[in-house]
Each structure stands twice: as C-alpha cells, then as structure tokens.
C-alpha cells in the first residue's frame, strides 16, 4: 500500500521511520472572529514595517502572502497586517509565521479564504463548500494553513504514540489519491509526521493517515480530515 510507513528498528533520533506518504492537518481551527472594527483605517502609521511594499489597496483588501509563512515581518496587506498585528505584534516585527497565517484567516484575508468559499453559488447545500463545515480531526495540521489550488503544502499529523508503518494518503472527490512524500519525523512525545503534497486540483480532499501493528498488518486508520481547495 502507498500509504503505509515503517518502523525503524535502529537508532536514528526518533526510531521510526517510513517508506510511505502521509499528511498532517491541525491541532486547532481558528475561530471566525469580525474584522469590521480593525479593518478600516486611513492612518498608515498603523502599518507594520515591511508592509509598504506590494500592499494592496482597494475595498477588499488582502493579499496572497498573509496565506503561507514567510521569514519576513509582515504580509503586504493593511486590512491583514492591522488585525492579526493588533494581537501578535511579532508578525509585523519578526516573522510571519504559521500563527501569524491561522490569524490572517480568522481576520478574513479574502485571499485566505478564497478556496474554502470557491462554488458556492453553484450548490444548494450547506456544509459541503467550506472548510469550517468539514471534519477534520484536531490532529490534523496544515501549512500554509489554507493552500489554494495547485500550491504546494505539507500536512502535519501529531500522536502522543510512536506509532508504526505510518501512512498519508490523500481522496479526491471522484476517487484519486495522492500519497504525501518526504517524510519528516519529530517530537517524542508527542510526535509528528509531516508530508509535502505537491499540489491538489479544486475540491474537498479527505486525508487519512494510517499506521500498522507489524509490517504485514492491516491499515489501522488513525485519523482523517476533509479539506477544501
């Protein structure tokens, strides 16, 4: 199976290891919070530096890099910067990282939340277009935390278990999957195995990661994560 990992039985740093994909989503959902109050602003003194350049102006405001973590302060984005900044003002400071994406998305960076809202003027269902409808187990992590179409991502998933034989596969809604590839291993405990994912086409994924008891046992299902890109 793709999606299975092992378990080393050397002495490397984490004593696992894997020659299967898996993928990861995470511990923790931002909550949606309002904007209104911190998004509108004519005073540029309230921008972080680092954000002059490439900000976007415009009633929408956003922009792509509020969505992926970067070694820069800031993301070009006024509305963005003005919010998460407010909360955490190392994101305008030091770096823009993982915290710093999870609260551009739970400020409303349109550009974060592109993907999850994408087709929903084409569907009379509720629940099934955006990610905060969808299941996911809190184990699950991602980064950017909320990739578009296409753009590479790696998928985290945490355990307080050294588990065996580890496995990540992703399912598109018309039946593919994709495996995660180059595994990384940390913690213990917990620990955490992390896969890149080169990109997925438009739609919800369900991730599954998955380990086994011995080499040759059956895939026990650890946890899953439906995503919408």
């Not at 084409?122 to 969808?134: F, I, P």
């Not at 994912?197 to 919800?204: H, N």
């Amino acid at each position: 199976s793709p999606l299975l990992g092992g378990c080393a039985t050397g002495g490397d740093d984490t004593g696992f290891s894997s020659f299967g994909p898996s993928t990861v989503a995470g511990t923790g959902t931002a909550e949606e919070t309002d904007s209104a109050d911190s998004s509108e602003t004519d005073a540029p003194g309230e921008t972080s530096a680092g954000s002059a350049e490439g900000t976007t102006g415009g009633d929408d405001g956003g922009n792509p890099r509020c969505c992926e973590i970067s070694a820069e302060p800031g993301c070009g984005s006024v509305e963005t910067e003005s919010c998460v900044c407010a909360d955490e003002p190392a994101c305008c400071q030091a770096v823009w990282s993982a915290e710093c994406v999870e609260m551009a998305i739970a400020c409303g960076d349109p550009y974060c939340v592109e993907a999850g809202d994408s087709g929903t003027e084409d569907t009379g269902d509720t629940g099934t277009t955006t990610g905060d409808e969808l299941e996911c187990d809190p184990d699950f992590s991602f980064s950017p935390a909320n990739p578009a179409p296409g753009v590479p991502f790696t998928a985290t998933f945490t355990d307080p278990i050294g588990l065996t034989w580890v496995g990540m596969v992703a399912e598109g809604s018309g039946g593919s999957t994709i495996d995660g590839s180059n595994l990384q291993i940390s913690g213990g405990p917990p620990f955490f195995w992390s896969y890149d994912f080169a990109g997925l086409a438009a739609g919800v994924w369900t991730f599954s990661f998955t380990h086994r008891e011995s080499e040759n046992g059956p895939d026990l299902v650890r946890g899953t994560c439906q995503k919408q890109f």
